[in-house]
């Protein structure tokens, strides 16, 4: 009798995942990958630093090999061979070797698609041209290295302010090349609210790293003096000896449409929480698939490795009759550009609203504060830029954005675990957290963001927002000293201290409501509750000047 025979068709995260655990399950089993590139499974995350220089040999990217594949989990691999055709009814799967173009038919009894996703190549005038190049392989890797070496490159035009946009700015900067990066949008980090990629974006302009925000590429031609040349929306062009596409991937679902899969509304292969696709003796997992959204319910891509590595291990499981399941994803990512952290867990307020579920009434609340990384009183505490996301009815957190120089990511994972547990702004209050002075405080920055949002659901604490100033009827109190109000204010706003608002009470008004600012938003909740119970109607604008100072994404040092 012919033993149980998975096929899996692409490496890397999601199919190198599913094989080893399928080996672990089944000792019996005949496993084979087919991979159309040169590797099976490399870390595609390290290579902007490849680039870079900062992972200085390739193989130390190289995750594992065909041979240790074989020798180890036996386990067949067959580098530069495509599948190119499912018979669902007769359960093959036709491939071809890309070197001889010999095609062959391989029997199934389980087959899992993890094709992967290719980078979004548009149709320019001069897209074609030498000198042009995306980042997703290791030869794309090396193709960019060598171009920089060969030509003395010298600038660089990124197109895109993405995840990898970013990560290669840096690292072609640390290459001694100028670096230009053009965004569509009006910030960096599109899939960050515009507040708070702006602190980043400060940074990147505080490198050199030159910012061209709200523009498109129209096109590339051969520039006179060598290299090329980009015309962009604004009219204006720019020079460069490389350029890089950095503007997001496509899933890769070719395959399975020609097999009749079904494909979901965002273009990715439709599959069920057991990666099942609509075949029910195919799977498929990774950047090629749609899954749900755990907080908004929508399906979509999720091109992260974490994900795919995780949808690899369900289908080995399910496929080896075990019952597991994948609960959906949230988005969870972080990004390092010089010395700042960006990270990010469950649907942004942008995508909240173009899904139609943010409004002035509706299920959702926010928060801004910026407290230190770790107690204020050791030396070298930072400031992180936190917004917090949470369900008015229940506390229920909804998602999570910061940016900072140190203990970003920290405090995201463990907000994307509570996001997990379904946990509510109270949990974060009372979370028991590691506390010493030099790693964090006694009452951690997930605390006081959890604190800040219950007593917003209490009542203690009525907030507003700098989105909504235009055309505020009251009066805006700027609590902050004289120092700080000579460093910059809010027009309009009428200036007293915290410590001095309780002997000057007569001069504000009991008939306008009064929004109050200071520098994060402490003082002026201290000022809106003494205002509240004193019989005024006040409210404490969330994050204060500081975040008014990246309202929309402005760039503000």
């Known amino acids: 009798m012919a033993p149980f025979r998975l096929l899996i068709v692409g490496g890397v995260a999601g199919g190198a995942s599913c094989a080893a655990r399928a080996r672990r399950l089944s000792e019996e089993a005949e496993i084979v990958i087919f991979e159309r590139g040169d590797f099976v499974s490399f870390a595609n995350c390290g290579l902007p630093y490849h680039v870079g220089g900062v992972i200085a040999r390739e193989e130390e990217l190289l995750v594992a090999s065909p041979q240790l594949f074989r020798e180890r989990l036996r386990i067949e691999v067959r580098l530069g061979t495509e599948a190119v055709a499912i018979d669902r009814a007769r359960q093959l799967l036709r491939v071809r070797e890309l070197a001889t173009g010999r095609e ?139 350029v890089l596409l950095c503007i997001g991937v496509r899933p890769e679902t070719e395959l399975a449409r020609a097999a009749g899969l079904e494909i979901g509304e965002r273009g990715g292969i439709r599959v069920d929480a ?74 942004s307020e942008k995508a909240l609203r173009r899904a139609g579920l943010w409004g002035e009434e509706g299920p959702f609340e926010k928060i801004y504060l910026h407290p230190d990384h770790h107690a204020g009183y050791y030396p070298g505490a930072e400031p992180i830029a936190l917004k917090l996301i949470f369900r008015r009815d229940n506390g229920r957190i909804v998602s999570a954005q910061a940016v900072g120089r140190a203990g970003v990511e920290k405090r995201i994972d463990v907000i994307a675990m509570a996001i997990q547990k379904e946990g509510t702004v109270f949990d974060l209050e009372e979370a028991e957290l590691c506390y010493a002075p030099q790693f964090g405080a006694a009452r951690d920055p997930v605390n006081v963001a959890g ?107």
């Open 104 to 242: 062959s038919q391989e029997r199934y009894d389980a087959l899992v698609l993890s094709p992967g996703a290719q980078p979004i190549r548009p149709d320019w005038p001069g897209i074609d041209l030498p000198g042009i190049f995306a980042l997703r392989t290791i030869p794309d890797a090396r193709r960019i290295r060598g171009w920089i070496e060969e030509r003395r490159a010298r600038a660089a035009l990124i197109v895109g302010g993405g995840y990898i946009g970013l990560e290669m700015a840096e690292n072609l900067l640390r290459r001694g090349l100028a670096v230009t990066v053009v965004e569509r949008e009006a910030q960096v980090l599109p899939l960050f609210d515009p507040e708070m990629a702006a602190p980043l974006a400060a940074t990147l302009a505080a490198h050199g790293v030159r910012l061209r925000l709200s523009e498109t590429v129209l096109g590339f031609e051969p520039d006179p003096s060598g290299g090329l040349r980009a015309r962009l929306s604004s009219g204006a062009s720019e020079r460069a000896d490389l």
């Open 274 to 347: 057991r990666m099942r696709t609509s075949s029910p003796r195919i799977w498929a997992v990774g950047d090629a698939v749609e899954v749900k959204d755990v907080v908004t319910g929508r399906y979509g891509p999720v091109p992260l490795a974490g994900p795919a590595n995780r949808q690899g291990r369900i289908a080995a499981d399910v496929i080896f009759g075990r019952e597991s399941s994948f609960r959906g994803a949230q988005g969870t990512a972080v990004v390092g550009v010089f010395e700042a952290t960006a990270a990010c867990t469950g649907p």
């Open 451 to 557: 604190m800040i949002a219950a007593n917003v659901l209490r009542g203690d604490a009525r907030i507003a927002h700098w989105e909504n100033l235009e055309g505020f009827p009251g009066l805006l109190l700027d609590v902050r000293t004289e120092e700080e109000v000579g460093r910059g204010r809010v027009p309009g706003a009428v200036h007293i201290p915290v410590d001095r608002l309780r002997e000057r009470l007569k001069e504000l008004p009991r008939d306008r409501e009064i929004w109050a600012y200071c520098y994060v938003g402490q003082r002026s909740y201290l000022a809106s509750r003494l205002l509240s119970q004193k019989g005024f109607r006040c409210r404490n604008l969330s994050g204060g000047y500081r975040t008014y100072l990246h309202r929309g994404g402005r760039v503000a040092s």
